[in-house]
């Protein structure tokens, strides 16, 4: 709606999400394409961006298996058992670490490490421990080999954070969903030090998961 109620568009949805009907004033020419809570429809496919992977309304299921396996239920490929009383933004469980000075922060998405080698997996642990060359600390890549990054949801600091491929991420001018502040001066991550130490942690603490403690031969 227009500042003074007026509607400029509207759409009328069937029960899985896949549209009936779009309405909206000649001279609104801005394409809607928020679909369900955490979608953002793609209009060359038909598919729902989930942000970790696609949805087909006309089916009401992921087009690819749940990243987090089984933990997310039997059947890989559900969207929920419910349209009307249940949703699913992400479909992945969270996790939540506190780092060695005290900084706690929630993750979803791609935080399971378990497809990687033991030889990648202590790659992870070394380049984010004390002994690594540089400070930066590294992260993994899944299971395309892209690189998994840390987003900030809404360029919050306190999060949550999304682990997803970077090929996802995007920058703030070309990804306004995830980055509604965009480069805006005195928005954005306030703790970036601190989060670049946390975020070692983090790693080392998956990489160390997926390698049952850490005990690789």
């Known amino acids: 709606t227009e500042a003074d109620g007026r509607m400029l568009w509207q759409a009328t949805y069937r029960v899985w999400g896949n549209t009936l009907e779009e309405v909206r004033e000649p001279y609104y020419i801005e394409e809607q394409n928020l679909r369900f809570q955490g979608q953002y429809l793609d209009r060359e496919t038909g598919l729902h961006f989930n942000t970790f992977r696609f949805y087909d309304p006309d089916v009401g299921r992921f087009t690819t298996p ?75 890549v899944d299971k395309n080999g892209n690189t998994i990054v840390l987003h900030h949801d809404k360029q919050q600091t306190a999060g949550p954070l999304r682990a997803m491929p970077d090929k996802h991420h995007g920058s703030p001018e070309h990804n306004a969903a995830q980055h509604p502040n965009g480069n805006k001066k005195g928005t954005g991550i306030t ?9 070692k942690e983090f790693w080392t603490s998956q990489a160390k998961k997926a390698s049952k403690g850490g005990c690789m031969k």
């Not at 559900?78 to 670490?97: A, H, K, M, Q, R």
């Open 66 to 140: 749940d990243p987090i396996g089984l933990a997310g239920g039997l059947n890989t490929y559900t969207y929920s058992s419910n349209p009307i009383s249940w949703f699913d933004p992400l479909g992945l469980t969270p996790v939540t670490f506190t780092d060695s000075r005290g900084l706690t922060l929630t993750v979803t998405g791609y935080t399971d490490l378990s497809h990687l080698s033991p030889s990648q997996l202590k790659t992870v642990i070394y380049m984010n421990g004390p002994e690594a060359p540089h400070p930066f600390g590294k992260s993994p």
């Open 191 to 199: 703790n970036r030090t601190a989060f670049n130490l946390w975020k």
